[in-house]
């Protein structure tokens, strides 16, 4: 699909702002949002919800943090009683991490709190506005992890010609580009 200059700068120009105000809104009502929760805690919280217990070393990936970060996050949720922790009995060597009754509380202030928030940003949609938009952003979002797993595209340089291919043996970026949970 090839979307128009002018429809590629406005998608490009709302999503900026979309961030930019989620950013304001976040920093200024946090403490309604998450409580006590860590400003982390949201993004290692729901995968052991969703999926249950699970060891640190994929609950990083999930987040799309190194190890030792998560290990860090992960001691922080365990100190404020946000998950549980207990050996492995596939490997006594390593732990579980599960989900705690208060950081399955927490969740559902959160949510909660989205969800009053949503009702009043959207009063004056119709059902069917809000459910067309949801399944476009989340089309959106996919598009855009997608497109961030894949090398930049070259442009050509001034004058029009075509970029030199590359050598074959020359190294290309590839590695996965996360987008932060909020």
């Not at 961030?19 to 290692?44: C, E, I």
């Not at 009754?101 to 989205?114: F, I, N, Q, Y």
């Not at 938009?133 to 992890?145: A, I, P, Q, R």
């Amino acid at each position: 699909m090839h979307l128009t200059r002018q429809t590629a700068e406005r998608l490009t120009s709302g999503v900026a702002q979309l961030v930019r105000t989620s950013k304001h809104l976040g920093s200024r009502v946090a403490r309604d949002l998450y409580g006590d929760l860590p400003s982390f805690g949201w993004a290692l919280l729901v995968p052991l919800e969703r999926d249950g217990e699970q060891r640190c070393s994929a609950l990083a990936e999930q987040a799309g943090v190194d190890g030792s970060v998560a290990s860090r996050q992960v001691a922080a949720l365990e100190r404020a009683g946000y998950v549980q922790r207990r050996p492995d009995p596939l490997d006594g060597r390593a732990s579980l991490i599960g989900l705690s009754p208060a950081g399955a509380a927490a969740l559902a202030h959160t949510r909660d709190v989205r969800g009053q928030w949503a009702a009043e940003s959207l009063a004056g949609w119709s059902e069917d506005e809000a459910r067309q938009f949801t399944d476009l952003l989340e089309k959106l979002v996919d598009g855009l992890d997608t497109a961030g797993r894949r090398p930049p595209a070259r442009s050509s340089p001034a004058g029009g010609a075509p970029p030199p291919p590359e050598h074959p043996t020359s190294p290309t970026r590839s590695e996965p580009h996360h987008l932060e949970n909020p």
